[in-house]
């Protein structure tokens, strides 16, 4: 194996080469202990790097040198197909944001409706965002970190929480993504926070260490709980009942994610600047020279496939 290029800690090229050289050591039972040393903290916490799906084609990533106060993994655009992408997060926002009885409701509309007429009806019932940027920026911050951490960790959303909002121009109120062991909700919980800055500062890196401190608590169990009621999954619901009395005593693990989606310095800016008291947590950067064209295609993209 070769190696023609300056390794970063946490890079891709870091983890093949450490699998590399495990690969010749002989599988003995001592060995396997040395296996368990070389994942990185960031994926002790949150799991590895997608190896496969979109996240795998669409970014690379390195997980940096850890401290108590600093866990950072960073993502990069590795030149995944714009299109590929584009369809991809449109996809998501059109997911998240839609039941499926309000699918099936557009398909029952367009079979009964002129093209021009079915165009104008959705147009007034749109699930999402149209005209409101900023709510844009902050819905797809959070379907990202949701969608990153379900393929990293294996844990699941139990509800899509933007489909449940009553003014789909403004932001939800409570955490961002709760994710959950289904098979065991008591396992843990990843609760993740995101925010959108077309400019990367110390502020928006102390916001989200503010927000996910070691003492904060997921407020959103009770709406959870009520949804999974109205969808009739009601021994889920009473699983998370339960966790609203638990969580308070500190007896349920939960780890603490972040996302901050920005320019291209984004991954300086939380190296630089992030300093928490929470050992759980992760901030995860994600940065591309023209972030805002990012969003504003995703949505274009969605509207065109819910329109047509």
């Known amino acids: 194996m070769t190696i023609n290029k300056e390794l970063k800690y946490g890079s891709e090229a870091y983890w093949r080469l450490n699998e590399y050289i495990l690969s010749q050591i002989p599988m003995m039972y001592n060995v396997i202990p040395q296996r368990k040393k070389i994942m990185s903290k960031q994926s002790e916490l949150i799991g590895e790097h997608p190896t496969s799906g979109i996240f795998s084609e669409w970014c690379e990533f390195e997980d940096t040198i850890p401290t108590v106060n600093k866990k950072h993994r960073s993502l ?24 499926i009885k309000q699918l099936e409701r557009f398909k029952k509309k367009k079979s009964i409706l002129n093209k021009h007429n079915f165009k104008e009806y959705v147009s007034k019932n749109m699930p999402f965002p149209i005209e409101s940027f900023k709510t844009q920026k902050g819905n797809l911050g959070e379907i990202i970190l949701a969608e990153y951490l379900k393929s990293s960790s294996g844990l699941e959303l139990l509800i899509y ?35 959108y800055r077309t400019t990367p500062n110390d502020t928006v890196v102390k916001d989200i260490t503010k927000a996910l401190s070691k003492d904060s608590l997921p407020i959103s169990l009770p709406f959870v709980r009520d949804r999974l009621d109205e969808l009739g999954q009601n021994d889920i619901a009473d699983e998370i009942d339960d966790l609203i009395s638990e969580v308070p005593k500190k007896n349920i693990p939960i780890v603490y994610a972040g996302l901050l989606h920005s320019n291209h310095n984004v991954a300086n800016a939380v190296e630089t600047h992030m300093n928490t008291d929470n050992e759980n947590l992760v901030v995860i950067s994600y940065g591309e020279r023209n972030p805002e064209n990012l969003i504003k295609e995703s949505f274009d993209k969605a509207i065109e496939k819910i329109m047509s």
Do not use: C, Y
């Open 76 to 99: 990069k655009d590795k030149g995944i197909t714009r299109s590929i992408l584009i369809e991809t997060l449109a996809d998501w926002i059109i997911e998240h944001h839609t039941t």
């Open 161 to 195: 929480k933007l489909s449940f909002n009553p003014n789909i121009e403004q932001s939800m109120k409570g955490d961002d993504v709760l994710l959950f062991d289904k098979n065991n909700i008591k396992n843990k919980i990843i609760m993740g926070e995101s925010k």
